[in-house]
């Protein structure tokens, strides 16, 4: 079975500033891929980035990057340069060998000016 | 490129009504479907998923039900609302059997049971 723990249900960023989300998981599969979406007031589901479990390389997009620790089971989610549209809840998941997607509860981001 | 269209926005249903949410996805063949559910503040609640066309997995038993009647259309559907079916219902598509490709989601229907 898979699971994704996020333990931060609320974060405060000052605008600029880098902020780092926290996702723990685990899994018995040997392939997963790890997600991060973005989920605005408006409720849409915005995919960010995305890590496989074999990549070696830190996954980077734009201001995201996912700070990827395979022994300690975790996928941060770091962004940097915080902007007011930043503010939203963000979502870790995971998908293993079942292809069926584990999300976590999500954190909420509320970047101040 | 894909696109998901998911519809309508918002509902407003009185209990007891029956309910038919759609979605359709464009620009490629055979995906994963998946239904999901997110009450006010939460996280989100698989309800369905879809490999293929007439094949549905439930994953919690409730009074709703999908089908799957093309193999870009998913429908979900219920013959009596219930209030605890309020919330927020995302409708998401994924390439086949690839651990590796991301959910794409629909823009959500809100929906309220009264």
């Known amino acids: 079975a898979q699971k994704i723990t996020q333990t931060q249900p609320g974060m405060f960023v000052q605008e600029k500033e880098a902020v780092t989300l926290d996702c723990t998981y685990d899994?018995?599969?040997?392939?997963?891929?790890l997600f991060w979406y973005k989920q605005p007031s408006s409720g849409e589901m915005i995919f960010l980035i995305y890590?496989?479990?074999?990549?070696?390389q830190n996954a980077t997009e734009g201001r995201y990057s996912l700070n990827f620790q395979k022994a300690r089971k975790s996928a941060n989610l770091v962004i940097s340069a915080s902007q007011l549209g930043d503010s939203a809840m963000y979502f870790c998941a995971m998908k293993g060998g079942s292809y069926i997607p584990t999300f976590g509860r999500g954190t909420s981001l509320i970047v101040h000016p | 490129s894909q696109t998901i269209h998911q519809w309508p926005a918002t509902l407003v249903q009185p209990v007891g009504s029956p309910l038919s949410l759609e979605c359709t996805v464009e620009?490629?063949?055979?995906?994963?479907l998946y239904w999901y559910r997110q009450a006010a503040g939460r996280g989100l609640q698989l309800l369905f998923y879809s490999v293929g066309i007439g094949q549905i997995s439930s994953e919690v038993p409730q009074n709703l039900s999908a089908s799957r009647p093309q193999d870009r259309q998913f429908i979900l559907s219920s013959k009596k609302l219930l209030l605890s079916d309020s919330g927020f219902y995302l409708c998401?598509?994924?390439?086949?059997?690839?651990?590796?490709?991301?959910?794409?989601f629909g823009n959500g229907t809100r929906l309220t049971v009264t």
């Open positions: 890590q496989g479990s074999y990549d070696q």
């Open positions: 998401a598509w994924s390439f086949q059997g690839a651990y590796n490709s991301p959910l794409h």
């Open positions: 899994t018995s599969d040997p392939s997963y891929g």
């Open positions: 620009g490629t063949s055979n995906p994963n």
